[in-house]
């Protein structure tokens, strides 16, 4: 309850939210109140949060919001473009949402999310425009889990421009007799997709130092990368902890995958 209360203070401008219920397989409908005030909200929270192996989920109805569903992320939430919320929705997955600033309103929030969804290695089937998330407090109970969402951070605070702006690709602009456009796109050559490699890379440092932990991972292939993402340190710190799991869990697990 007192995570659900303290998700729905994270966005205080809101003046009304969209909440729907599913049944375990996702087949019955059980809630869908498309525009609820807040109070409303919080009146029905203990009878939604009561209910038994239901999916409970939520968006705050504003026309800046901007939703991500990132998996595994390793970053550090504090520091992340101003996040509103970001709630765990099991084991080393998380929800994430952010309301665009108005002085970037010439940019639409789609746009916004468009630009995380690449930048963040976010899911691009479960970051719609419209899309819901789970309600923190609520269970997820997919088949083989039985975990309660719950929030990891919360703020008040707008998307950061600055940090945002980082993320994003450039346009540049060239002039073209009496007016601005962007350059003639030249023929793209191959383009090589080297994560392949960092992945057998990774798991190699693991096998061949067994008891090393992550950062010593990270330290040690500081300058080895051969991929390269918008976020190379989200990249990096993702591929280091999957190679780790990976190497934990079964030593021949990577050999194989050169096969």
Not at 180 to 199: C, E
Not at 209 to 214: D, F, H, M, V
Request: aromatic fraction near 8%.
């Amino acid at each position: 309850m007192e995570a659900a209360l303290e998700f729905c203070g994270a966005f205080p401008e809101c003046s009304s939210f969209h909440v729907t219920a599913l049944s375990q397989d996702k087949k019955q409908c059980l809630v869908n109140r498309q525009s609820l005030s807040p109070q409303a909200v919080r009146t029905s929270l203990h009878q939604w949060l009561s209910l038994s192996r239901v999916h409970v989920f939520v968006r705050p109805l504003l026309g800046r919001l901007v939703f991500l569903d990132l998996d595994a992320f390793a970053g550090s939430w504090d520091t992340l473009i101003r996040l509103r919320a970001v709630a765990e929705t099991s084991a080393g997955h998380f929800q994430s949402w952010y309301v665009v600033p108005n002085n970037l309103a010439r940019k639409t929030a789609l746009w916004v999310q468009q630009q995380l969804t690449q930048a963040l290695c976010a899911d691009k089937a479960a970051c719609s425009g419209q899309q819901q998330g789970r309600l923190p407090g609520s269970c997820n109970c997919k088949p083989g889990k039985s975990h309660q969402v719950r929030i990891v951070h919360r703020s008040t605070h707008d998307l950061d421009e600055a940090v945002f702006l980082q993320l994003v690709p450039q346009v540049r602009l060239v002039v073209q007799g009496s007016r601005l456009a962007k350059p003639t796109p030249q023929p793209a050559g191959i383009t090589v997709d080297r994560s392949a490699a960092d992945w057998r890379m990774a798991c190699t440092y693991f096998e061949k130092n067994p008891g090393a932990t992550e950062q010593d991972a990270k330290r040690g292939l500081a300058s080895q990368w051969q991929a390269t993402r918008p976020n190379q340190g989200y990249y990096v710190d993702l591929t280091v902890k999957k190679a780790a799991e990976k190497v934990a869990g079964s030593t021949s697990a990577c050999r194989d995958l050169d096969k």
